[in-house]
């Protein structure tokens, strides 16, 4: 197992030190701006209509789809993840410099990139998870790219097994493990976890069976 740091990180499951504070620091700094009304085509925030269900609200559509190409570069071959905040498209490289590799691109819809706060304190933390280089108990981020004013951080695909299982949690809901493999798999997080330490990041923030 490895775990992700938010934009970040997973460790040997899969787990993330920025949602971890990242991916909530920047959400913070976007739900600000909106409130204020700064961002792109957002207007200010005001308290839910009566009898509004928020649960209910549909999610944003993610702007490529299965077969699209980004920026001549990524040919999108699903979408793994997507919520209120950003979303994670699995891509081909087809790029002559990258050709072959396969990505989990990670970005954040457009309202929350607007924002230069946003979009720069999203270049540093997943710098700071670039940064961390390769580890067996980490995901890997590769690089931070910028197309048509859209930034993305490329990171390790981790693919499902044959019962579609790639995360802690869903080996704890379908496959719970016995007490030897809990044990092992938490020591591999904590060697992950202790490789971003040495590295600068103070905490996880967001270490939970989802991100393993």
């Known amino acids: 197992m490895g775990a992700i740091p938010s934009l970040a990180p997973r460790t040997a499951a899969k787990g993330s030190p ?34 509004a269900n928020p649960q209910q609200a549909p999610l944003p559509r993610a702007p490529y789809r299965t077969g699209d190409v980004i920026g001549q570069r990524y040919e999108v071959r699903g979408i793994p993840g997507k919520g209120g905040f950003g979303v994670v498209y699995l891509v081909y490289c087809v790029d002559p410099y990258g050709a ?27 710098g700071i998870w670039v940064d961390l280089g390769r580890h067996p ?42 007490l030897a493999q809990s044990l092992r798999w938490a020591i591999q997080v904590c060697h992950g976890m202790e490789h971003a330490y040495a590295r600068g990041v103070r905490a996880h923030r967001d270490l939970k069976p989802a991100n393993i």
Do not use: C, W
């Open 18 to 51: 920025m949602e971890n504070g990242h991916e909530r620091s920047l959400r913070q700094l976007a739900q600000q701006a909106i409130q204020k009304g700064l961002l792109t085509g957002a207007a200010p925030r005001s308290g839910p209509s009566a009898g």
């Open 100 to 126: 072959g590799e396969v990505y989990a691109l990670k970005t954040f819809r457009d309202e929350f990139l607007a924002d230069q706060k946003v979009r720069e304190r999203f270049r540093q933390e997943a």
């Open 137 to 178: 108990y980490l995901v890997r981020a590769h690089f931070v790219d910028e197309v048509a004013g859209r930034l993305y951080v490329a990171t390790e695909y981790i693919a499902p097994n044959e019962e579609g299982l790639n995360s802690l949690a869903g080996y704890l809901q379908r496959r719970p493990p016995d």
